[in-house]
């Protein structure tokens, strides 16, 4: 499976942004699907992840309340509502795909280029 996030650029802090990941295949139904993140100079991380059917989610604590995973199997993608954007927010962010809903890199087989998000005070 072949995942495109796109999406990413520059927003401000309050802002909000939205990414998309799209899948090669119609597949992504099979997969639980997280989105995880890597800051300037820091390990990737998880930031959240969506069952199959399409819930419940689960959220990195730095982003709960904020942050939404959502996915549309019809269309073969999953999408990343940022609300509230702080400049801590900035990153790298990657899809990734799996077959076990987890926080964890090890679940996923499948990631996305990344996309590059940048939140300006």
């Known amino acids: 499976v072949q995942l495109q996030a796109s999406g990413g650029g520059l927003g401000q802090a309050g802002g909000s942004l939205g990414l998309s990941c799209a899948a090669s295949e119609r597949t992504l139904s099979t997969f639980v699907m997280g989105w995880f993140r890597q800051a300037p100079g820091k390990e990737r991380g998880f930031v959240a992840s969506?069952?199959?059917?399409?819930?419940?989610?689960r959220y990195a604590d730095s982003v709960k309340g904020r942050f939404t995973i959502s996915r549309d199997n019809d269309k073969n993608t999953v999408y990343l509502e940022m609300n509230s954007l702080k400049p801590d927010d900035t990153a790298v962010y990657y899809c990734?795909?799996?077959?076990?809903?987890?926080?964890?890199?090890?679940?996923?087989?499948?990631w996305g280029q990344g996309t590059l998000v940048t939140v300006s005070s």
């Open positions: 969506i069952s199959r059917s399409g819930g419940p989610p």
């Open positions: 990734a795909a799996g077959t076990v809903l987890g926080t964890s890199e090890r679940w996923y087989e499948y």
